[in-house]
Protein backbone atom coordinates (compact mmCIF):
# COMPACT_ATOMS: atom_id res chain seq x y z
CA UNK A 1 0.00 0.00 0.00
CA UNK A 2 1.58 3.27 -1.20
CA UNK A 3 1.64 6.21 1.13
CA UNK A 4 -0.59 7.96 -0.62
CA UNK A 5 -3.08 5.36 -0.69
CA UNK A 6 -2.70 4.82 3.10
CA UNK A 7 -3.06 8.47 4.10
CA UNK A 8 -6.24 8.52 1.93
CA UNK A 9 -7.99 5.47 3.56
CA UNK A 10 -6.34 7.11 6.91
CA UNK A 11 -8.36 9.87 6.42
CA UNK A 12 -11.67 8.01 5.17
CA UNK A 13 -11.66 5.90 8.39
CA UNK A 14 -10.96 9.20 10.75
CA UNK A 15 -14.36 10.85 9.09
CA UNK A 16 -16.40 8.21 10.47
CA UNK A 17 -16.53 9.29 14.01
CA UNK A 18 -15.97 11.97 15.95
CA UNK A 19 -11.96 12.13 17.58
CA UNK A 20 -12.97 14.05 20.35
CA UNK A 21 -16.06 11.57 21.66
CA UNK A 22 -15.31 9.04 24.25
CA UNK A 23 -17.03 5.87 23.12
CA UNK A 24 -18.50 2.91 25.34
CA UNK A 25 -16.23 -0.10 25.07
CA UNK A 26 -18.32 -2.13 22.97
CA UNK A 27 -18.46 0.41 20.56
CA UNK A 28 -15.15 1.73 20.64
CA UNK A 29 -13.70 -2.30 19.43
CA UNK A 30 -16.49 -2.61 16.83
CA UNK A 31 -15.23 0.32 15.22
CA UNK A 32 -11.62 -0.21 15.62
CA UNK A 33 -12.45 -3.53 13.49
CA UNK A 34 -14.42 -1.49 11.00
CA UNK A 35 -12.21 1.33 10.85
CA UNK A 36 -8.70 -1.86 10.34
CA UNK A 37 -7.71 -1.01 6.81
CA UNK A 38 -4.89 -3.29 6.98
CA UNK A 39 -3.83 -5.92 4.64
CA UNK A 40 -3.06 -8.50 7.29
CA UNK A 41 -4.15 -9.38 10.59
CA UNK A 42 -3.31 -6.34 12.70
CA UNK A 43 -2.87 -5.88 16.62
CA UNK A 44 -5.51 -4.30 18.25
CA UNK A 45 -3.35 -1.57 20.77
CA UNK A 46 -4.86 0.02 23.95
CA UNK A 47 -3.17 3.20 24.80
CA UNK A 48 -3.30 4.37 28.33
CA UNK A 49 -2.17 8.13 29.21
CA UNK A 50 -1.88 8.26 32.85
CA UNK A 51 -1.19 11.07 35.26
CA UNK A 52 1.92 9.86 36.95
CA UNK A 53 5.31 11.88 36.94
CA UNK A 54 7.30 9.65 34.86
CA UNK A 55 10.34 11.48 36.30
CA UNK A 56 10.20 10.17 39.60
CA UNK A 57 11.28 6.90 40.57
CA UNK A 58 8.50 6.27 42.84
CA UNK A 59 5.85 6.48 40.76
CA UNK A 60 7.13 4.04 37.67
CA UNK A 61 4.07 1.88 35.99
CA UNK A 62 5.22 -1.77 35.77
CA UNK A 63 3.44 -4.51 35.90
CA UNK A 64 2.41 -7.91 34.10
CA UNK A 65 -0.51 -9.70 32.79
CA UNK A 66 -2.12 -12.34 31.49
CA UNK A 67 -4.47 -12.20 28.65
CA UNK A 68 -7.16 -14.41 28.62
CA UNK A 69 -6.96 -15.13 25.05
CA UNK A 70 -3.63 -14.28 24.70
CA UNK A 71 -2.31 -12.10 21.64
CA UNK A 72 -2.60 -14.11 18.63
CA UNK A 73 1.47 -13.68 18.22
CA UNK A 74 3.87 -16.90 19.49
CA UNK A 75 6.25 -15.53 21.65
CA UNK A 76 9.47 -17.01 21.41
CA UNK A 77 10.69 -18.09 24.91
CA UNK A 78 14.23 -17.70 26.13
CA UNK A 79 15.22 -19.61 29.46
CA UNK A 80 18.64 -18.92 31.16
CA UNK A 81 19.34 -22.06 33.04
CA UNK A 82 21.56 -24.81 33.39
CA UNK A 83 21.24 -28.39 34.85
CA UNK A 84 17.79 -29.63 36.05
CA UNK A 85 15.92 -26.12 35.63
CA UNK A 86 17.50 -26.06 31.63
CA UNK A 87 16.09 -29.42 31.48
CA UNK A 88 12.81 -28.49 32.81
CA UNK A 89 12.91 -25.15 30.35
CA UNK A 90 13.17 -27.78 27.31
CA UNK A 91 10.21 -29.85 28.29
CA UNK A 92 8.30 -26.93 28.97
CA UNK A 93 8.93 -25.74 25.83
CA UNK A 94 11.12 -22.82 25.48
CA UNK A 95 12.24 -22.14 22.65
CA UNK A 96 15.68 -21.39 23.89
CA UNK A 97 17.93 -22.35 26.55
CA UNK A 98 21.49 -22.45 27.84
CA UNK A 99 23.78 -21.05 30.42
CA UNK A 100 26.78 -19.08 30.54
CA UNK A 101 27.46 -20.19 27.10
CA UNK A 102 24.24 -18.82 25.86
CA UNK A 103 25.07 -15.81 27.49
CA UNK A 104 28.36 -15.10 25.96
CA UNK A 105 27.10 -16.18 22.19
CA UNK A 106 24.47 -13.17 22.96
CA UNK A 107 27.08 -11.08 24.19
CA UNK A 108 29.37 -11.87 21.05
CA UNK A 109 26.36 -11.41 17.96
CA UNK A 110 24.31 -8.53 19.59
CA UNK A 111 21.34 -10.11 18.87
CA UNK A 112 18.78 -11.52 20.71
CA UNK A 113 16.06 -13.92 18.80
CA UNK A 114 13.17 -14.20 21.40
CA UNK A 115 10.48 -12.07 22.85
CA UNK A 116 10.30 -13.30 26.53
CA UNK A 117 13.91 -13.82 28.60
CA UNK A 118 13.29 -15.91 31.75
CA UNK A 119 16.07 -16.66 34.07
CA UNK A 120 16.66 -18.99 37.48
CA UNK A 121 18.28 -16.99 40.49
CA UNK A 122 21.55 -18.33 40.00
CA UNK A 123 21.55 -17.06 36.59
CA UNK A 124 21.48 -13.36 37.00
CA UNK A 125 24.73 -12.59 38.17
CA UNK A 126 26.02 -13.83 34.99
CA UNK A 127 23.21 -12.00 33.48
CA UNK A 128 24.57 -8.64 34.62
CA UNK A 129 27.10 -8.91 31.13
CA UNK A 130 23.99 -8.70 28.89
CA UNK A 131 22.12 -5.83 31.06
CA UNK A 132 22.66 -3.25 28.18
CA UNK A 133 22.11 -5.26 25.74
CA UNK A 134 18.52 -6.56 26.82
CA UNK A 135 17.55 -3.76 29.04
CA UNK A 136 16.92 -0.97 26.65
CA UNK A 137 14.98 -3.73 25.05
CA UNK A 138 12.75 -5.00 27.92
CA UNK A 139 14.70 -8.68 27.80
CA UNK A 140 15.81 -8.40 31.12
CA UNK A 141 14.53 -10.50 33.52
CA UNK A 142 13.32 -9.57 36.74
CA UNK A 143 11.84 -10.64 39.64
CA UNK A 144 9.03 -7.57 39.42
CA UNK A 145 7.90 -9.52 36.85
CA UNK A 146 8.22 -12.72 37.25
CA UNK A 147 11.01 -13.65 34.87
CA UNK A 148 13.19 -14.48 37.75
CA UNK A 149 12.31 -17.80 39.16
CA UNK A 150 12.77 -21.36 40.87
CA UNK A 151 9.47 -22.65 38.88
CA UNK A 152 10.46 -22.50 35.11
CA UNK A 153 7.77 -24.45 34.43
CA UNK A 154 4.76 -22.34 35.47
CA UNK A 155 7.02 -19.10 34.11
CA UNK A 156 6.58 -20.54 30.73
CA UNK A 157 3.74 -21.91 30.49
CA UNK A 158 1.73 -18.61 31.76
CA UNK A 159 3.98 -16.35 28.85
CA UNK A 160 2.94 -18.96 26.51
CA UNK A 161 -0.90 -18.25 27.83
CA UNK A 162 -0.40 -14.96 26.76
CA UNK A 163 1.58 -13.47 30.23
CA UNK A 164 2.63 -9.67 29.37
CA UNK A 165 4.80 -7.96 31.05
CA UNK A 166 4.31 -3.70 30.46
CA UNK A 167 5.72 -0.28 31.62
CA UNK A 168 5.15 3.24 31.51
CA UNK A 169 7.07 5.26 28.90
CA UNK A 170 8.96 8.77 29.16
CA UNK A 171 5.55 10.33 28.44
CA UNK A 172 3.49 8.72 31.02
CA UNK A 173 1.37 6.28 28.60
CA UNK A 174 1.50 3.01 28.62
CA UNK A 175 1.24 0.12 25.38
CA UNK A 176 -0.34 -2.99 25.13
CA UNK A 177 -1.62 -4.92 22.18
CA UNK A 178 -5.03 -7.11 23.11
CA UNK A 179 -5.27 -9.29 20.53
CA UNK A 180 -5.72 -9.14 16.98
CA UNK A 181 -8.44 -7.79 14.63
CA UNK A 182 -9.65 -11.19 13.53
CA UNK A 183 -10.61 -11.66 17.51
CA UNK A 184 -14.44 -11.41 18.18
CA UNK A 185 -15.58 -8.87 20.44
CA UNK A 186 -15.78 -11.26 23.79
CA UNK A 187 -12.46 -12.07 23.53
CA UNK A 188 -11.52 -8.60 22.90
CA UNK A 189 -13.52 -7.08 25.48
CA UNK A 190 -12.23 -9.95 28.06
CA UNK A 191 -8.57 -9.16 27.36
CA UNK A 192 -8.90 -5.21 27.34
CA UNK A 193 -10.71 -5.70 30.77
CA UNK A 194 -7.69 -8.14 32.36
CA UNK A 195 -4.83 -5.24 31.20
CA UNK A 196 -7.27 -2.33 32.91
CA UNK A 197 -7.79 -4.36 35.92
CA UNK A 198 -4.46 -4.75 36.32
CA UNK A 199 -3.39 -1.35 35.30
CA UNK A 200 -5.59 0.21 37.94
CA UNK A 201 -3.76 -2.09 40.51
CA UNK A 202 -0.43 -0.82 39.41
CA UNK A 203 -1.15 2.42 40.64
CA UNK A 204 1.93 4.11 42.66
CA UNK A 205 0.84 5.06 45.93
CA UNK A 206 2.92 8.29 45.96
CA UNK A 207 1.01 9.14 42.50
CA UNK A 208 -1.99 11.72 43.35
CA UNK A 209 -4.82 12.90 41.12
CA UNK A 210 -6.85 11.05 38.36
CA UNK A 211 -4.59 8.06 37.39
CA UNK A 212 -6.50 6.84 34.53
CA UNK A 213 -6.20 10.23 32.19
CA UNK A 214 -7.26 9.28 28.69
CA UNK A 215 -7.51 5.31 27.04
CA UNK A 216 -7.10 5.12 23.51
CA UNK A 217 -7.64 2.13 21.42
CA UNK A 218 -6.93 1.28 17.49
CA UNK A 219 -5.41 -1.05 15.11
CA UNK A 220 -2.27 -1.63 13.80
CA UNK A 221 -2.16 1.52 11.46
CA UNK A 222 -5.75 2.31 12.35
CA UNK A 223 -6.94 6.22 13.81
CA UNK A 224 -7.17 5.74 17.39
CA UNK A 225 -10.88 5.83 19.34
CA UNK A 226 -11.33 7.38 22.27
CA UNK A 227 -13.29 4.69 25.16
CA UNK A 228 -15.12 6.10 27.93
CA UNK A 229 -13.27 4.99 31.78
CA UNK A 230 -15.58 3.23 33.70
Not at 38 to 57: C, L, M, Q, W, Y
Not at 112 to 133: E, G, H, R, V
Not at 201 to 223: A, C, D, E, H, N
Request: with cysteine; aromatic share 6%; glycine share 6%.
Amino acid sequence: MTNRKQSKDFKAKLATFDVNKRYPLTEALQMVKQNAYEKFDASVEVHVNTGIDPRKGDQQVRASVTLPHGTGKTKRVAVFAEGDKANEAREAGADLVGGAEFIQEIKQSGKCDFDIAIATMDMMPKLASLAKLLGPRGLMPSPKNETVTANVKQAIEQVKKGRITFKNDDSANVHLSIGKVSFDLEKLTENYKAFLDTIKKSKPSSSKGTFLKSITIKSTMGPGIKVTIE
